[in-house]
């Protein structure tokens, strides 16, 4: 079995024994819809509400954790779940509020690079205050260039897109204010596209980001950590993995009938 093929099943296993799990310990919520229970039926609604909190766990921990296992074979070290330390000087704070009241202006482009410099310059200037932590999602590492994913929602709101973009300029001044000889690059990822096959309808992440280096979609995501392929090769994952557990699933929806 090739390492790619092993990656694959261990994504596969990540996937049943949280399933299952879900499976075994799932009750459906407690809150009274009557409306809702009256017009589609008990049985739908303890079934979308099942759904639902796949869905929240696919976010909140599946995602991150394959993205994990099949960057192995493409970084020197990647770590879900990734906490690191690292000071944000009054220098730093400044040039991050300046550097985003212009991109909410529209009065300059975003330029990943430039802002890059920008924060580095900073992050060692003024009053560096109390060493802080903070966590990311994904972290990786290949050569003398580091790599931090802040893994989104298929459809996250303008607001949520702005706090995350000076998330990830706070990311580049902790670690530059630790070791400025790094490259720290940043990125919010979506792992799928809800507009296919229609192309990802980037209009919120305009102005606010450098579209071609600091936002990775769907399979650009996947090809980006693990190489070609592993966009399609988490699909079939995932489709092979639920026809595997189909009848137990399917027993546990009896249960609301």
């Not at 990786?140 to 994913?149: C, L, M, P």
Request: net charge positive; proline share 3%; aromatic share 10%.
């Amino acid at each position: 079995m090739s390492m790619r093929d092993k990656q694959l099943q261990e994504v596969s296993s990540l996937l049943k024994q949280k399933i299952i799990s879900k499976l075994k310990n799932y009750t459906p919520e407690t809150q009274s819809m009557p409306f809702h229970i009256r017009l589609l039926g008990k049985d739908r609604m303890a079934i979308f509400s099942f759904i639902h909190s796949i869905n929240t766990m696919l976010g909140q921990s599946i995602f991150e954790k394959a993205a994990e296992i099949i960057g192995k074979r493409n970084f020197h070290e990647i770590k879900a779940s990734y906490s690191f330390k690292g000071y944000i000087s009054d220098k730093a704070i400044l040039e991050i509020e300046d550097i985003m009241e212009g991109l909410r202006s529209v009065t300059i482009t975003a330029d990943e690079r430039k802002e890059d410099i920008r924060i580095k310059t900073a992050s060692n200037k003024g009053d560096k205050g109390i060493i802080k932590k903070t966590k990311v999602d994904l972290f990786a590492i290949k050569g003398n260039e580091e790599y931090y994913f802040e893994i989104k929602t298929a459809k996250p709101n303008i607001d949520i897109f702005d706090k995350t973009k000076t998330k990830l300029l706070r990311w580049k001044a902790m670690r530059y204010s630790i070791n400025p000889s790094v490259r720290v690059n940043t990125y919010v990822c979506i792992p799928y596209n809800p507009q296919e096959p229609k192309p990802y309808n980037r209009w919120t992440l305009q102005g606010l980001y450098d579209l071609k280096k600091e936002v990775l979609v769907a399979e650009e995501f996947w090809d980006f950590i693990g190489g070609k392929g592993s966009y399609n090769d988490l699909l079939n994952v995932f489709e092979k993995t639920g026809i595997e557990l189909r009848d137990e699933i399917d027993k546990k929806f009896s249960e609301f009938k």
